[in-house]
T-cell receptor, first 112, second 113 residues
Framework: ETGVTQTPRHLVMGMTNKKSLKCEQH?????MYWYKQSAKKPLELMFV???????ENNSVPSRFSPECPNSSHLFLHLHTLQPEDSALYLC???????????FGSGTRLTVV | SQQGEEDPQALSIQEGENATMNCSYK?????LQWYRQNSGRGLVHLIL?????REKHSGRLRVTLDTSKKSSSLLITASRAADTASYFC?????????????FGQGTILTVHP
């Protein structure tokens, strides 16, 4: 375990379903991130939260809705997704400064 | 434009050999980081080099940074089968982009026993 825990590890959902991804960190980091990793594409930053406040929405469609109730938890609420949204969704946290970031193991999402 | 492009896209070597991966980027950076990803899992931070540093070591890893050429290289010495993974460079531009990493497409390294 890296200190960043993501659940579930795998998720299959229909296009009309509503589901949520969860991320939890107890590393004392103030910033948390959602990234999307699709086949043959670089990791794409989706959302950034600093001290529970969203500071970045990288033009993500509204069918992805993030929530950060506190600095240790981050959610990604999903609804009416498309098959092209199938990807590995990675959560990360970082303490800022010249330090690396800690990633979770990801949620492998398949939209059918 | 894509920040952070790795070269080669794939590298296959024998155990014990050295592996060198390169990364190029387009804009000024605050730091550059290297990550490893094992088959569909999360990324593991390997090493970070700041824009005012030229070389950094960590165990069997050696990273260089040439800001004039906007390029970096990652050297893994005496490779092991367990080093088989995808390796990504990521740039942190600092300023208003602080903490927002931009990744390349990665190098797939295969180390044969």
């Amino acid at each position: 375990e890296t200190g960043v825990t993501q659940t579930p590890r795998h998720l299959v959902m229909g296009m009309t379903n509503k589901k949520s991804l969860k991320c939890e960190q107890h590393l004392g980091h103030n910033a948390m991130y959602w990234y999307k990793q699709s086949a043959k594409k670089p990791l794409e930053l989706m959302f950034v939260y600093n001290f529970k406040e969203q500071t970045e929405n990288n033009s993500v469609p509204s069918r992805f809705s993030p929530e950060c109730p506190n600095s240790s938890h981050l959610f990604l609420h999903l609804h009416t997704l498309q098959p092209e949204d199938s990807a590995l969704y990675l959560c990360a946290s970082g303490g800022g400064g010249n330090y690396g970031y800690t990633f979770g193991s990801g949620t492998r999402l398949t939209v059918v | 434009s894509q920040q952070g492009e790795e070269d080669p896209q794939a590298l296959s070597i024998q155990e014990g050999e050295n592996a060198t991966m390169n990364c190029s980027y387009k804009t000024s950076i605050n730091n550059l980081q290297w990550y490893r990803q094992n088959s569909g899992r999360g990324l593991v931070h390997l090493i970070l080099i700041r824009s005012n540093e030229r070389e950094k070591h960590s165990g069997r890893l050696r990273v260089t940074l040439d800001t004039s050429k906007k390029s970096s290289s990652l050297l893994i010495t005496a490779s092991r089968a367990a080093d088989t993974a995808s390796y990504f460079c990521a740039t942190d531009r600092g300023g208003t982009s602080y903490g927002k990493l931009t990744f390349g497409q990665g190098t797939i390294l295969t180390v044969h026993p």
